[in-house]
């Protein structure tokens, strides 16, 4: 099985309120208030999320590597797991909801319609 890159985002320096875990808490915040504090390659985000939990518990899951940064806390409700084309948020449950993913509009665009004739 391929693996795939994740990067586990924890928010800093506290977690999410149980009624905050919403899309937008991760949309609006994570460039300010989350940090990647573990980097986990793994065949899928589900396989990811387990080893995780496993290493938590003092365990490996086999094919699965987790290379630790700055892990100051457990993974709790909130914390975001991120890869290569979708992100999971961390559920109270314990279970992961696709996160939207998707590209914002440009905030302005430039056009070009003459012709060039030299660079200087």
Do not use: C
Not at 28 to 34: A, I, S
Not at 72 to 77: F, G, V
Request: proline residues 6%.
């Amino acid at each position: 099985m391929d693996q795939e890159t994740f990067y586990l985002y924890h928010r800093l320096p506290d977690p999410l309120d149980p009624a905050d875990l919403t899309d937008r808490a991760w949309l609006l915040g994570n460039g300010v208030t989350y940090s990647v504090v573990a980097v986990i390659k793994a065949g899928a985000a589900s396989q990811a999320y387990e080893g995780l939990l496993a290493r938590k518990d003092g365990q490996r899951l086999r094919g699965v590597e987790v290379t630790s940064g700055t892990i100051l806390r457990p993974t709790l409700p909130g914390d975001v797991l991120v890869g290569k084309k979708n992100a999971w948020m961390v559920l109270s449950d314990g279970q992961l909801r696709e996160l939207p993913y998707g590209r914002s509009p440009a905030l302005r665009t430039y056009t070009h319609d003459a012709s060039v004739t030299s660079l200087n």
